[in-house]
Protein backbone atom coordinates (compact mmCIF):
# COMPACT_ATOMS: atom_id res chain seq x y z
CA UNK A 1 0.00 0.00 0.00
CA UNK A 2 1.29 3.32 -0.75
CA UNK A 3 0.82 6.27 1.10
CA UNK A 4 0.67 10.21 -0.14
CA UNK A 5 1.87 13.64 1.98
CA UNK A 6 -1.26 14.27 3.50
CA UNK A 7 -0.66 18.08 2.27
CA UNK A 8 1.08 17.86 -1.00
CA UNK A 9 0.73 20.93 -2.52
CA UNK A 10 -2.24 21.01 -4.90
CA UNK A 11 -2.85 22.49 -8.27
CA UNK A 12 -5.45 24.94 -6.58
CA UNK A 13 -3.02 26.46 -4.62
CA UNK A 14 -1.71 30.35 -5.37
CA UNK A 15 1.46 30.10 -3.17
CA UNK A 16 3.67 26.57 -3.22
CA UNK A 17 3.85 24.95 -0.23
CA UNK A 18 7.71 25.40 0.55
CA UNK A 19 9.30 25.78 3.62
CA UNK A 20 10.87 29.60 3.59
CA UNK A 21 6.59 30.79 3.13
CA UNK A 22 6.00 28.98 6.28
CA UNK A 23 9.17 30.20 7.89
CA UNK A 24 8.48 33.82 6.71
CA UNK A 25 4.53 33.70 8.43
CA UNK A 26 6.15 32.90 11.81
CA UNK A 27 8.70 35.39 11.06
CA UNK A 28 5.57 38.18 10.78
CA UNK A 29 3.52 36.32 13.82
CA UNK A 30 6.26 36.90 16.30
CA UNK A 31 7.00 40.51 15.05
CA UNK A 32 3.17 41.45 14.98
CA UNK A 33 2.49 39.61 18.30
CA UNK A 34 5.41 40.27 20.39
CA UNK A 35 6.85 43.31 19.04
CA UNK A 36 3.74 45.17 18.60
CA UNK A 37 2.93 43.77 21.76
CA UNK A 38 5.50 44.97 23.66
CA UNK A 39 5.54 48.56 21.82
CA UNK A 40 2.10 48.96 23.18
CA UNK A 41 3.37 48.59 26.91
CA UNK A 42 5.42 51.28 26.11
CA UNK A 43 2.81 53.71 24.48
CA UNK A 44 0.39 53.43 27.28
CA UNK A 45 2.58 52.53 30.60
CA UNK A 46 -0.40 51.42 33.15
CA UNK A 47 -0.05 49.89 36.52
CA UNK A 48 -3.50 47.77 35.76
CA UNK A 49 -2.57 44.26 35.60
CA UNK A 50 -5.61 43.95 33.33
CA UNK A 51 -4.74 46.50 31.07
CA UNK A 52 -1.79 45.61 30.26
CA UNK A 53 -2.80 42.73 29.97
CA UNK A 54 -5.31 43.91 27.47
CA UNK A 55 -2.73 45.72 25.16
CA UNK A 56 -0.11 43.16 24.82
CA UNK A 57 -3.22 40.44 24.07
CA UNK A 58 -5.78 41.88 22.69
CA UNK A 59 -4.67 44.28 20.22
CA UNK A 60 -1.74 42.16 18.46
CA UNK A 61 -2.94 39.03 18.58
CA UNK A 62 -5.90 39.89 16.28
CA UNK A 63 -3.93 41.17 13.72
CA UNK A 64 -1.81 38.61 13.65
CA UNK A 65 -4.29 35.78 13.46
CA UNK A 66 -6.43 37.77 10.85
CA UNK A 67 -3.77 37.94 8.52
CA UNK A 68 -2.68 34.13 9.22
CA UNK A 69 -6.83 33.56 8.59
CA UNK A 70 -6.59 35.27 5.23
CA UNK A 71 -3.50 33.84 3.65
CA UNK A 72 -4.24 30.66 4.59
CA UNK A 73 -7.57 31.30 2.77
CA UNK A 74 -5.95 33.24 -0.25
CA UNK A 75 -3.22 30.52 -0.55
CA UNK A 76 -5.54 27.31 -0.95
CA UNK A 77 -4.07 25.88 2.05
CA UNK A 78 -6.71 26.37 5.02
CA UNK A 79 -8.22 23.25 4.57
CA UNK A 80 -4.87 21.23 5.25
CA UNK A 81 -4.05 23.24 7.95
CA UNK A 82 -7.29 23.27 9.89
CA UNK A 83 -7.81 19.23 9.29
CA UNK A 84 -5.50 16.41 8.57
CA UNK A 85 -6.07 12.85 8.55
CA UNK A 86 -5.57 11.19 11.80
CA UNK A 87 -3.31 8.37 13.01
CA UNK A 88 -5.85 6.29 14.25
CA UNK A 89 -7.40 6.57 10.69
CA UNK A 90 -4.81 3.47 9.81
CA UNK A 91 -2.85 0.93 11.34
CA UNK A 92 -0.75 1.46 13.12
CA UNK A 93 -3.40 3.20 14.36
CA UNK A 94 -0.98 3.77 17.64
CA UNK A 95 -3.62 4.87 19.93
CA UNK A 96 -1.47 5.35 22.82
CA UNK A 97 -1.07 8.92 21.38
CA UNK A 98 -4.64 9.55 22.88
CA UNK A 99 -2.91 9.28 26.28
CA UNK A 100 -0.80 12.73 25.27
CA UNK A 101 -4.42 15.23 25.39
CA UNK A 102 -5.84 12.93 28.23
CA UNK A 103 -2.34 14.18 30.59
CA UNK A 104 -1.74 17.65 28.63
CA UNK A 105 -5.34 18.38 30.72
CA UNK A 106 -3.66 17.48 34.53
CA UNK A 107 -1.53 20.75 34.78
CA UNK A 108 -3.84 23.35 33.87
CA UNK A 109 -7.05 21.66 35.90
CA UNK A 110 -5.04 21.10 38.80
CA UNK A 111 -3.77 24.37 38.45
CA UNK A 112 -7.63 25.77 38.49
CA UNK A 113 -8.89 23.83 41.41
CA UNK A 114 -6.11 25.33 43.38
CA UNK A 115 -6.54 29.70 42.08
CA UNK A 116 -7.37 31.58 44.61
CA UNK A 117 -10.62 32.94 42.44
CA UNK A 118 -11.92 35.07 45.46
CA UNK A 119 -8.71 37.02 44.89
CA UNK A 120 -8.96 37.04 41.11
CA UNK A 121 -11.73 40.12 39.83
CA UNK A 122 -14.22 39.06 36.85
CA UNK A 123 -12.33 41.63 34.81
CA UNK A 124 -8.86 40.06 35.27
CA UNK A 125 -10.22 36.53 34.26
CA UNK A 126 -12.30 37.87 31.37
CA UNK A 127 -9.45 39.64 29.88
CA UNK A 128 -7.39 36.87 31.14
CA UNK A 129 -9.86 34.34 29.43
CA UNK A 130 -9.60 35.76 25.69
CA UNK A 131 -6.24 36.86 25.43
CA UNK A 132 -5.14 33.02 26.03
CA UNK A 133 -7.88 32.16 23.38
CA UNK A 134 -5.78 34.14 21.12
CA UNK A 135 -2.63 32.88 22.23
CA UNK A 136 -3.99 29.40 21.71
CA UNK A 137 -5.19 29.91 18.24
CA UNK A 138 -2.47 32.14 16.88
CA UNK A 139 0.32 29.98 18.02
CA UNK A 140 -1.30 26.48 17.10
CA UNK A 141 -2.68 28.35 13.51
CA UNK A 142 0.83 29.42 12.50
CA UNK A 143 3.23 26.59 14.06
CA UNK A 144 1.28 23.55 13.83
CA UNK A 145 -1.10 25.26 10.85
CA UNK A 146 0.84 27.05 8.33
CA UNK A 147 4.39 25.97 9.60
CA UNK A 148 3.34 22.23 9.07
CA UNK A 149 2.32 22.62 6.17
CA UNK A 150 4.63 24.81 4.29
CA UNK A 151 7.22 21.18 5.63
CA UNK A 152 4.95 18.21 5.06
CA UNK A 153 4.30 18.83 1.46
CA UNK A 154 7.96 18.04 0.66
CA UNK A 155 9.51 16.56 4.53
CA UNK A 156 8.70 13.83 6.35
CA UNK A 157 6.66 13.04 9.83
CA UNK A 158 10.02 13.38 11.70
CA UNK A 159 11.87 16.70 9.90
CA UNK A 160 8.15 18.52 10.60
CA UNK A 161 7.85 17.46 13.82
CA UNK A 162 11.87 18.59 14.92
CA UNK A 163 11.51 21.47 12.65
CA UNK A 164 7.76 23.00 14.02
CA UNK A 165 8.50 21.98 17.45
CA UNK A 166 12.05 23.96 17.64
CA UNK A 167 11.13 27.12 15.81
CA UNK A 168 8.33 27.38 18.93
CA UNK A 169 10.59 26.95 21.27
CA UNK A 170 13.58 29.00 20.01
CA UNK A 171 10.63 31.58 19.51
CA UNK A 172 9.58 31.28 22.75
CA UNK A 173 13.23 32.57 24.17
CA UNK A 174 13.92 35.09 22.51
CA UNK A 175 12.86 37.59 24.97
CA UNK A 176 15.41 35.68 27.44
CA UNK A 177 18.00 35.82 24.23
CA UNK A 178 17.07 39.61 24.46
CA UNK A 179 17.99 40.35 27.68
CA UNK A 180 21.02 38.48 28.45
CA UNK A 181 19.66 35.50 30.09
CA UNK A 182 22.37 32.93 30.95
CA UNK A 183 22.52 30.42 28.13
CA UNK A 184 21.91 27.39 30.27
CA UNK A 185 18.67 29.01 31.12
CA UNK A 186 17.91 30.05 27.42
CA UNK A 187 18.45 26.36 26.24
CA UNK A 188 16.48 24.77 29.22
CA UNK A 189 13.37 27.14 28.05
CA UNK A 190 14.16 25.84 24.47
CA UNK A 191 14.23 22.16 25.21
CA UNK A 192 10.89 22.76 27.63
CA UNK A 193 8.82 24.51 24.98
CA UNK A 194 10.01 22.61 22.06
CA UNK A 195 8.91 19.07 24.24
CA UNK A 196 5.35 21.45 24.57
CA UNK A 197 5.68 21.93 21.27
CA UNK A 198 5.85 18.09 19.64
CA UNK A 199 3.04 17.51 22.12
CA UNK A 200 0.65 19.66 20.97
CA UNK A 201 1.96 18.25 17.52
CA UNK A 202 0.80 14.97 18.69
CA UNK A 203 -2.02 16.30 19.79
CA UNK A 204 -3.18 17.37 16.21
CA UNK A 205 -1.62 14.38 14.81
CA UNK A 206 -3.77 11.72 16.83
CA UNK A 207 -7.01 13.62 16.07
CA UNK A 208 -6.61 15.40 12.88
CA UNK A 209 -8.06 18.54 14.31
CA UNK A 210 -6.09 21.66 14.53
CA UNK A 211 -8.48 22.91 17.03
CA UNK A 212 -8.03 20.52 19.94
CA UNK A 213 -4.44 21.84 20.36
CA UNK A 214 -5.73 25.01 20.21
CA UNK A 215 -8.27 24.38 23.04
CA UNK A 216 -5.59 22.97 25.09
CA UNK A 217 -2.52 25.47 24.58
CA UNK A 218 -5.18 27.83 25.37
CA UNK A 219 -6.38 26.30 28.93
CA UNK A 220 -2.94 25.51 30.10
CA UNK A 221 -1.50 29.36 29.35
CA UNK A 222 -5.29 30.65 31.31
CA UNK A 223 -4.50 28.45 33.87
CA UNK A 224 -0.74 29.82 34.60
CA UNK A 225 -1.93 33.14 34.15
CA UNK A 226 -4.70 33.06 36.33
CA UNK A 227 -2.96 31.26 39.26
CA UNK A 228 -0.12 34.20 38.60
CA UNK A 229 -2.98 36.85 38.80
CA UNK A 230 -2.30 37.50 35.50
CA UNK A 231 1.79 38.77 35.66
CA UNK A 232 3.02 35.00 34.01
CA UNK A 233 4.65 34.73 30.78
CA UNK A 234 2.48 33.06 28.18
CA UNK A 235 3.40 29.98 27.02
CA UNK A 236 4.72 28.23 30.02
CA UNK A 237 7.40 29.71 31.55
CA UNK A 238 5.23 31.40 34.80
CA UNK A 239 6.94 31.37 37.97
CA UNK A 240 4.74 28.92 40.16
CA UNK A 241 5.40 25.94 42.10
CA UNK A 242 4.74 23.10 40.60
CA UNK A 243 1.95 21.06 42.65
CA UNK A 244 3.93 17.44 43.51
CA UNK A 245 0.73 15.42 42.13
CA UNK A 246 1.41 16.60 39.17
CA UNK A 247 5.01 15.68 38.29
CA UNK A 248 4.34 12.27 37.82
CA UNK A 249 2.25 13.28 34.91
CA UNK A 250 5.32 15.74 33.51
CA UNK A 251 7.75 12.35 33.84
CA UNK A 252 5.36 10.35 31.29
CA UNK A 253 4.46 13.68 28.99
CA UNK A 254 8.46 13.63 28.66
CA UNK A 255 9.02 10.16 27.67
CA UNK A 256 5.58 10.39 25.21
CA UNK A 257 7.51 13.19 23.54
CA UNK A 258 10.41 11.34 23.12
CA UNK A 259 7.80 8.03 21.89
CA UNK A 260 6.46 10.57 19.56
CA UNK A 261 9.87 11.48 17.54
CA UNK A 262 10.19 7.80 17.51
CA UNK A 263 7.21 7.53 15.90
CA UNK A 264 7.97 9.96 13.20
CA UNK A 265 10.53 8.77 12.29
CA UNK A 266 9.08 4.92 12.31
CA UNK A 267 6.41 6.79 10.23
CA UNK A 268 9.26 7.96 7.57
CA UNK A 269 10.05 4.98 6.83
CA UNK A 270 7.72 2.95 6.29
CA UNK A 271 6.01 5.61 3.78
CA UNK A 272 9.49 4.91 2.13
CA UNK A 273 9.23 0.78 1.87
CA UNK A 274 6.02 1.58 0.98
CA UNK A 275 6.76 4.07 -1.94
CA UNK A 276 7.40 2.54 -5.56
CA UNK A 277 11.34 2.40 -6.72
CA UNK A 278 12.20 5.27 -8.86
Known sequence: MTTEHPTDTRATDRVPRVFWVGLVAIVVYVLVAAGLGNLMDLIVPTDSVEL??????LVPLPIAIAAGLWFARWSGWSHDIWVQEPTLARPPRRWWMLAIPALLLVSPVVGLVQTPWADRSASLVLVVAVGCLLVGLGEEFFYRGILRVSLRARHGELVTLLATSLLFGLSHSLGSLLNGAPVGMILFQVAVTSMDGALYYAVFRVTGRLWV????????????????????AAGGHADIDVDPSVVPVQVVLVALSIAVVVSAALEDRRRRRASPAR
Open 213 to 232: PIVLHALTDFSLYVQSGGGA
Open 52 to 57: EFALSH
